[in-house]
């Protein structure tokens, strides 16, 4: 496999935590109200990209390879409760 490839499958592995991530961060701007001690949308982004990252390698592990719709659950699941604690959703 070329470095060309490799870095394809890992672009392709990191798509959906990166899209879900991104759609998280800049829906929260409309869906919830701004707070103070929240923290910027890019760190919220950030967050959410490196534990959707963690998920999609914990569901590679787990079931041997990728694209597993538990797997895609559990990250729209634990992103979503990320975001809402970033975003402080419990103060309403």
Same mark, same amino acid.
């Given at each position: 496999?070329s470095?060309?490839?490799?870095?394809?499958?890992?672009?392709?592995?990191?798509?959906?935590?990166?899209?879900?991530?991104? *759609?998280l961060?800049?829906?929260a701007?409309?869906?919830?109200?701004?707070? %103070?001690?929240?923290?910027?949308?890019?760190?919220?982004? %950030?967050?959410?990209?490196?534990?959707?990252? %963690?998920v999609?390698?914990?569901?590679l592990?787990?079931?041997?390879?990728d694209?597993m719709? *538990?797997?895609?659950?559990a990250l729209? *699941?634990?992103?979503?409760?990320?975001?809402?604690l970033?975003?402080?959703g419990?103060?309403g």
């Amino acid at each position: 496999m070329s470095a060309l490839d490799l870095l394809n499958h890992l672009l392709n592995f990191v798509a959906p935590a990166f899209f879900v991530a991104a *759609v998280l961060a800049l829906l929260a701007g409309f869906l919830m109200p701004k707070r %103070a001690e929240a923290p910027a949308r890019w760190v919220q982004f %950030a967050i959410n990209l490196v534990a959707g990252i %963690a998920v999609l390698a914990g569901g590679l592990a787990w079931f041997g390879h990728d694209g597993m719709m *538990v797997t895609y659950a559990a990250l729209v *699941v634990v992103c979503g409760t990320g975001q809402w604690l970033l975003a402080q959703g419990w103060r309403g």
